[in-house]
């Protein structure tokens, strides 16, 4: 029997008392571990967490909090080879793409222990400038956030094990506030060995970090009002979690961050064999292929000029005929497979229903898979299809295929191309290709509204953006509507969830101590 990952809370390892979920290799189909989070006294937990954890956290300076990640990305960077075994394995990912999640986690908490410095000494946060309350400067205002009392809880979907912990816990224990996390069972095990690996390494007070494998069931029934939920997954799981009483009736504090159907846009103006052309079939193709499109961010709607359709579909197709799909094992693979069957056939059916409104430019099941079974390896080939008539199809700007999957999609000018990307109803991302900057800003704030992050390709940057699908810790990401309405990260902004605002009212000798 494979072995049963023990779970971490009230600073103790626990198994869970039932038979357990297994862990399954998505291309090799071998059982590798289970999870199990039967018989958790969740109420015993989450209490040592909110009483012990964040006391300790919480007499912390934020200085002393940084150095605490410091330690950490230290911890998780002495392990990179063994989470890379674990993510190849557990999620079916080249190394490439276990990268994206692994040095993503190590290079946010980073960045965040760097950024501590900058917050010095202090243990809460002055809020804007005092302001004077009467006639005269003798009664005044100044806000404050300082940390909550509670337990941050997050619930993560599959596709991050490593970011999606990392990129939530560095904000949450550099304000001061303890962990819990529930990773989602396919790929528990990378988030379950790096919680093992910090908490052996014995950087962190005892109740700070905790992580739960298994069911969610009971999670939410646990939480009381100062604490506060972090969500990522689908908006059907969404919509239960923010129903909850605890949401709902107790005010709990939460953040979701939910399917997106993201938008790239070719601007008007640009020829092929353009930087700005090329980076947009450079980049439409590898959205589509890095991590398989399991990538919240990943471009599903590419929008070119009606004149360059052809010349794009074209381009992108030859980039993705030279995707090889297979074992990740295999040095020759550059494209895995999807995290599980469920997936697969999630993704098969979605690529069917979008056909429907359309037709497929590049049919990446044709070239088959490289030493892989494919009655067994979930692997999916890079598809891009198209649709000649975008204001009349529907699918394509309501379903998000969790895949490698995207399609390209005609228009008549920037008005209309805008009014496509918002079809999505509030996205995660949208990408800008072109070489005219005033443009290019006139539509990067005509788009901000209903997308949480406007990325900007110019000839200037072609070679050296950051990519439409990474999420850089210094910059904001979330999205409005569908996309869930959450925020995260966007440097210190992140650490306002974690805090609770208050207003204090008093003589400028009270205001001035507070600032000390
Ligand atoms: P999911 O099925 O909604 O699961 C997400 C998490 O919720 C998992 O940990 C899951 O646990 C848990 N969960 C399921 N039912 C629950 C319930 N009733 N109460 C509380 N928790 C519950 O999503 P997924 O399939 O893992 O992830 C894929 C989706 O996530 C995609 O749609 C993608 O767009 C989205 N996503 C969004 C972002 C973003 O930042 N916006 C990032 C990554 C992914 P179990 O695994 O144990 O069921």
């Not at 909110?50 to 956290?57: F, I, N, Q």
């Not at 075994?85 to 222990?113: L, P, Q």
């Not at 947009?280 to 009606?306: D, H, L, N, Y």
Request: charged residues 20%; contains cysteine.
């Amino acid at each position: 029997m494979s072995e049963l990952l023990p779970n971490h809370v009230a600073g103790g390892w626990v198994h869970g008392t039932g038979p357990g979920v297994a862990l399954i290799d998505p291309v090799l189909g071998d059982t590798l571990v289970r999870v199990d989070a039967g018989g958790i006294d969740l109420a015993s937990a989450f209490a040592f967490a909110r009483e012990v954890g964040g006391t300790a956290l919480r007499a912390l300076t934020c200085r002393e909090r940084g150095e605490l990640l410091g330690a950490i990305a230290r911890v998780l960077q002495s392990h990179r080879e063994a989470y890379d075994a674990i993510a190849c394995a557990n999620s079916g990912t080249v190394k490439s793409d276990s990268a994206v999640d692994i040095d993503g986690a190590i290079y946010t908490v980073s960045t965040y222990a760097r950024m501590a410095a900058r917050l010095g000494d202090t243990r809460h946060l002055i809020d804007g400038e005092a302001v004077r309350l009467g006639k005269d400067e003798s009664f005044q205002s100044q806000h404050v956030q300082v940390p909550t009392r509670g337990v941050a809880l997050f619930i993560n979907a599959f596709n991050f094990p490593a970011w999606g912990l990392w990129e939530k816990a560095a904000p949450a224990l550099l304000s001061g506030v303890p962990v819990i996390v529930k990773p989602a069972t396919a790929t528990a095990w990378l988030t379950q060995r790096m919680v093992k690996d910090v908490i052996d390494a014995g950087i962190l007070p005892a109740g700070a970090l905790s992580v739960i494998c298994g069911s969610s069931a009971g999670l939410l029934d646990a939480l009381q009002p100062f604490d506060l939920v972090s969500f990522t997954g689908s908006a059907d799981t969404a919509a239960i979690i923010r129903q909850h009483p605890a949401i709902a009736r107790r005010s709990v504090r939460v953040n979701i961050e939910a399917d997106s159907v993201n938008s790239a846009i070719l601007m008007p103006g640009d020829a092929p064999g353009s930087p700005t052309f090329d980076a947009f079939v450079k980049e439409v193709a590898r959205e589509m292929t890095v991590k398989s499109g399991q990538k919240c961010t990943a471009i599903r709607r590419a929008f070119v000029p009606v004149q360059l359709h052809d010349a794009a579909a074209e381009a992108i197709a030859a980039r993705l005929a030279k995707t090889v799909v297979g074992n990740p094992r295999n040095s020759t693979v550059r494209m895995g497979a999807l995290v599980n069957r469920a997936q697969y056939d999630a993704v098969r059916a979605g690529i069917e229903q979008l056909a429907r409104e359309g037709n497929v430019i590049h049919d990446g099941a044709q070239a088959g898979l490289v030493d892989a079974d494919p009655t067994v390896a979930c692997c999916v080939g890079p598809t891009l299809l198209g649709v000649r008539d975008p204001d009349a199809a529907s699918l394509v700007h309501d379903i998000e295929v969790f895949g490698p999957v995207a399609t390209l999609m005609p228009y008549r000018d920037t008005a209309h191309a805008a009014h496509l990307a918002r079809r999505g109803e509030g996205s995660l991302v949208v990408s800008l290709y072109g070489p005219d900057e005033d443009a290019l800003a006139r539509m990067a704030l005509d788009l901000a509204d209903s997308h949480g992050r406007v990325h900007v390709v110019s000839p200037s940057v072609a070679a050296l953006h950051t990519g439409h699908g990474n999420v850089m810790p210094q910059s904001m990401h979330g999205g409005p509507g569908r996309a869930g309405g959450g925020e995260e990260l966007g440097g210190l902004r992140a650490l306002g969830f974690y805090h609770r605002r208050a207003v204090v009212q008093g003589a400028p000798g009270v205001i001035t101590s507070m600032g000390i």
